[in-house]
C-alpha cells in the first residue's frame, strides 16, 4: 500500500511519530547572548559564592552531643604567692570575702536601700553550690528550719509529723557574686567522628554588655565580635591546664542582670532574693562562613580545631530553689535549709563539620539544574515575549521533509532507470508543516 494512503487515526505515520531531536542554533542577537550571559553568571555567583564559600555546603554538619563537668569555688588567694583561686583545701590557702559591711544588702552594714537587707552569712562552695547533671544552684537566700519529730513510730494517727524548736532564720549568703565557676566539658559528633575537650579548644564568653565589655577590652581581655560590633568575645580565665573559670558576677553581667536587680516576679524583692534561672549555651563550631580553609585543623596535628563561645540568657521570671534536709539526731532532730538562688543550666549546641564530596557534588548539581532554567527562560522571551519571536521560533524549530514520500520517489525513480539521479525534496516539509518556505534540497547521498 503507498505510503499516502496510511493513516493512523486519521494522520499521517510520519507526522504522528515524528521523532524530535535537539539542535543548536546560533542566534546572532545580541539581546539574547547579553541576558544568557547575565543569567549565567548570576547563577554561578549564587552557587561557588553564596552557596559554597557563604553558605559551606560542601561539609557535612552534625549537631554535636558531649558532657559538662562542673566545679565551684568561693573567692580565695594563696597566702605566699598571691595567687587568686587557689584550692581552699590547701593549707596556704584562704577565703577572700567582701567585707559585709561594704554589702549593703546584709543588715550588717546598716545601709539603706530600696529593698528589704537581711543578716549575712559566710558560706563555702561547699555549703553553697548543689550540683546536678549539666546544672548547679548557687543559693543567695537560705531559711533555715530547725525541727524536731513530733511523731512516735507507734502513732497511729499524726497531724503534724514536725515542729519547729525556734523561729526560721531567713539570712543572704554574702559575696556569692564572687563565687568561681569551672567548666570542664567534652564534646562528640560521632557520626563525623569528630570529638574535644575544652583543654584543647578555644573559648569565649559572648557579651552584650558594653560597660563588663568596655572593661575586659581595656585588660585586652575581649574583642569585637566580627558578626556584631554590638557584642564582644571575653577571654574567660584559665586553669594551668586550660579549663574556663567564670565567676557569677561575669557570667550575670554577660545578659545586663546582676543579683540586685528588681525580680520580674514583681513581689517587692531582687533576684538576690526569688532567684533566677541563667540559661549557658556552649554553641561549637569548626567552619567559618566566607572562609576558604574549611573545616578547621590543628596545622601540627591535623586533628579538628574547635572553636566555642558561652552565650547567656538569664530568665528573672522564674526563681529557682533547692530543700535541703540535715539530721542532727537521727530520725527526731533535723535541719532544713530552704535555698532560694541562681540555677545555671548548661546546654551544648552548635555544629561540626567535615567536607563531604557528596554534598559537593549534590551542589554542583543543582548549579546544572539552575543553568538549564536560566537557558529556557531566555528559550521562552525569545519565542513568546519579544517583538522578533515568529522569526526565532522558525529557526528553532525545523520540521524536515516527510521521509516516507521520499523513500517511494526514489524506489520509482530506480523501477524507471534513474537511480543515478539524486532526488529532490521540500527543504521544509511539506505545507502544512511548520515553517514550510518552499523550494528544494538535492539529497543525491541518499539514493
Known amino acids: 500500500m503507498p ?38 553568571l548570576l547563577i554561578m555567583s549564587y552557587i561557588f559564592v553564596w552557596q559554597l564559600l557563604g553558605g559551606t555546603t560542601y561539609l557535612s ?29 590547701d593549707k596556704n590557702c584562704k577565703s577572700v570575702f567582701k567585707n559585709m559591711k561594704e554589702l549593703d544588702y546584709c543588715t ?22 548543689t550540683i546536678f547533671q549539666s546544672s548547679a544552684i548557687f543559693a543567695t537566700r537560705v531559711t533555715e528550719y530547725e525541727q524536731k519529730n513530733a511523731c512516735s513510730n507507734t502513732a497511729t494517727e499524726c497531724s503534724y509529723l514536725w ?47 558594653k560597660a563588663l565589655c568596655d572593661e575586659f577590652q581595656k585588660k585586652g581581655l575581649a574583642d569585637t565580635d566580627p558578626a556584631d560590633s554590638n557584642v564582644c568575645l571575653i577571654q574567660p580565665n584559665s586553669t594551668n591546664d586550660g579549663l574556663d573559670i567564670i565567676n557569677l558576677e561575669t557570667l550575670l553581667a554577660a545578659d545586663n542582670t546582676n543579683l540586685e536587680m528588681g525580680s520580674k516576679l514583681n513581689n517587692g524583692h531582687t533576684v538576690r532574693y526569688n532567684g533566677a534561672i541563667i540559661l549557658v549555651q556552649i554553641k561549637y563550631r569548626n567552619f567559618d562562613p566566607w572562609s576558604f580553609e574549611n573545616p578547621k585543623v590543628h596545622k601540627d596535628t591535623g586533628k579538628p580545631m574547635i572553636n566555642y563561645t558561652y552565650e547567656v540568657m538569664a530568665i528573672t521570671e522564674s526563681s529557682a530553689k533547692y530543700v535541703n534536709t540535715v539530721y542532727t539526731k537521727y530520725p527526731v532532730e533535723r535541719t532544713v535549709t530552704n535555698r532560694h538562688g541562681i540555677r545555671v543550666v548548661v546546654l551544648q549546641t552548635g555544629q561540626l563539620a567535615k567536607f563531604d564530596p557528596q554534598a559537593f557534588l549534590l551542589t554542583l548539581t543543582a548549579s546544572l539544574t539552575l543553568l538549564a ?63 514550510s518556505t518552499g523550494g528544494g534540497v538535492e539529497y543525491s547521498a541518499l539514493a
Not at 554538619?61 to 605566699?80: A, C, L, M, Y
Not at 519547729?164 to 556569692?176: G, S
Request: charged share 25%; hydrophobic share 30%.
Open 61 to 89: 554538619k552534625e549537631d554535636p552531643t558531649g558532657v559538662v563537668r562542673f566545679s565551684i569555688q568561693q573567692p580565695t588567694e594563696d597566702t605566699t604567692t598571691g595567687k587568686k583561686s587557689c584550692d581552699p583545701l
Open 108 to 129: 550588717q552594714a546598716n545601709m539603706s536601700r530600696p529593698f528589704r537587707p537581711f543578716p549575712c552569712r559566710f558560706w563555702d562552695a561547699n555549703q553553697d553550690a
Open 373 to 435: 532554567i536560566a537557558n529556557s527562560v531566555v528559550d521562552n522571551l525569545a519565542m513568546y515575549v519579544l517583538p522578533q519571536k515568529k522569526l526565532y521560533k522558525s529557526f528553532k524549530y525545523q520540521v524536515t521533509p516527510d521521509f516516507s514520500d521520499y523513500l517511494e520517489e526514489l524506489e520509482e525513480k530506480k523501477r524507471e532507470g534513474n537511480s543515478d539521479r539524486g532526488s529532490v525534496l521540500p527543504s521544509r516539509g511539506n505545507e502544512n508543516d511548520r515553517g
Open 3 to 40: 505510503h499516502n494512503e496510511v493513516r493512523i487515526c486519521g494522520s499521517d505515520p510520519d507526522t504522528l511519530l515524528a521523532y524530535s531531536t535537539p539542535v543548536i542554533v546560533s542566534i546572532r542577537d545580541w539581546r539574547l547572548g547579553c541576558l544568557k550571559y547575565a543569567l549565567t
Open 163 to 209: 515542729n519547729n524548736t525556734k523561729e526560721p532564720e531567713t539570712y543572704f549568703v554574702a559575696d556569692v557574686e564572687s563565687y568561681t565557676i569551672l567548666f570542664d566539658h567534652t564534646v562528640v559528633a560521632p557520626a563525623n567522628d569528630i570529638t574535644g575537650n575544652s583543654r584543647t579548644m578555644q573559648g569565649r564568653l559572648k557579651s552584650t554588655n
